[in-house]
C-alpha cells in the first residue's frame, strides 16, 4: 500500500527538471526560427504547464496518504490528537516558507536578469 506513495513522489520529483528545463527555452532563442522569441516563450509556457500539472497529479495523493499514515501511528499514543494538530501546523508552515522562499528567489533572478 505505501510502496506507492514513494514510487508517485518520485515520479513527481522527476516533473521539477522541468522547471530549469522551461527557463532555458524561455532564455535561448535559436537563429533557426523566424521569430524565436515568441517559439521560445510558448514552449517554456508549455513545458512549464506540463511540469507543474503532473508534480501535483503524482504528489498530491501521496500528500493526503502520508498524512493519514501519520495520523494512524499518531493515534496509538496517549494525546496523539496534540501531536497530530502541531505535526499539521508545522508541515503548513514548511510549506508556506518553501513557496515564499522559491518566489523570493525567483523574484531576485528576474530583477538581476532585468538589471544586466
Known amino acids: 500500500g505505501f510502496r506507492?506513495?514513494?514510487?508517485?513522489?518520485g515520479i513527481s520529483s522527476?516533473?521539477?527538471?522541468?522547471?530549469p528545463i522551461a527557463v532555458h527555452f524561455r532564455e535561448g532563442a535559436t537563429e533557426?526560427?523566424?521569430d524565436p522569441n515568441l517559439?521560445?516563450?510558448n514552449v517554456a509556457r508549455a513545458i512549464f504547464f506540463i511540469s507543474s500539472f503532473f508534480f501535483f497529479l503524482f504528489s498530491a495523493l501521496p500528500k493526503i496518504g502520508f498524512m493519514m499514515m501519520l495520523q494512524s501511528m499518531v493515534s496509538t499514543i496517549e494525546h496523539g490528537h496534540r501531536v497530530f494538530g502541531f505535526i499539521a501546523i508545522v508541515a503548513?508552515?514548511?510549506d508556506a516558507g518553501m513557496v515564499m522562499a522559491l518566489s523570493a528567489v525567483i523574484e531576485g533572478l528576474?530583477?538581476?536578469q532585468l538589471a544586466l
Open 92 to 94: 503548513m508552515i514548511c
Open 4 to 9: 506507492v506513495m514513494f514510487i508517485f513522489v
Open 14 to 19: 522527476l516533473f521539477t527538471i522541468g522547471f
Open 32 to 34: 533557426k526560427n523566424p
Open 110 to 112: 528576474s530583477s538581476l
Open 39 to 41: 517559439v521560445s516563450e
